[in-house]
């Protein structure tokens, strides 16, 4: 349940704005990988072209590859729905769908699937994926009540169970704790240290500590100025990254130095 990413000469434009340049790079499965870069160097925008979700916006569209266990996502016969089934997304704001219940939040994106499932396999998958985000306790009484009625921490978590109540391959995650308190944090990057034994996990953070804490490989994007796209500067295991990266601008970044 875990799978690969091979991302080759990408190029990602908003209409005629080349919003982040030729990136290439591996991810590998059962690990953590962490974005990190001053703001607006394209990492949300090169992450949703992970799971095609960046061509939702009108006239934006890429160059280039990103192959899933070998298998191009913007191949001509690949359909994007299945891609985003199977390449999950979390959110920087936790966004449970606020009337319904925490039971029908979970399986929210099985049924947008359409797929068919049984009552007693819904209450065994509501049971694990909840289970599997860390939050069955603190909800199996509950089950019924909106999703709106939790802590922020706990609707993060249970954007997390719906997420991977879809069984997806990869795991998307877009600052998941930047509204969440220093308690929940730690639950959220506890439980990324925990789905990492079955996903392959990216996170984009600006917090350089969590990035420290939760990954195995980090990226570092930057940007030479503002209407110039973002790129790839280096990209290593996160030790290495944090103690002696490459480039001068890596370490300015780590070191707090701009950005
Ligand atoms: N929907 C959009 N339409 C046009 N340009 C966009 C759109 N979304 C982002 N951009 C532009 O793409 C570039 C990269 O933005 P992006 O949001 O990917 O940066 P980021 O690294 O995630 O920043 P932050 O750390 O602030 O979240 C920016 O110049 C931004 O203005
Ligand atoms: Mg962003």
Known sequence: MAQRIDVKDLNIYYGDFLAVQDVSMTVEPKSVTAFIGPSGCGKSTFLRTLNRMHEVIPG?????????EGVDLYGADVDPVAVRRTVGMVFQRPNPFPTMSIRDNVLAGVKLNNRRISKADAEDLVESSLRGANLWNEVKDRLEKPGSGLSGGQQ???????????????????EPCSALDPISTIAIEDLIGDLKQEYTIVIVTHNMQQAARVSDRTAFFNIAGTGKPGKLIEMDDTAT??????????EDYVSGRFG
């Open 156 to 174: 993060q978590r249970l954007c997390i169970a719906r997420a991977i109540a879809v069984k997806p391959q990869v795991l998307l995650m877009d």
């Open 241 to 250: 990254i944090f103690s002696s990266p490459a480039e001068k601008s890596t």
């Open 60 to 68: 934006a569209r890429v160059e280039g590859k990103v192959e899933l």
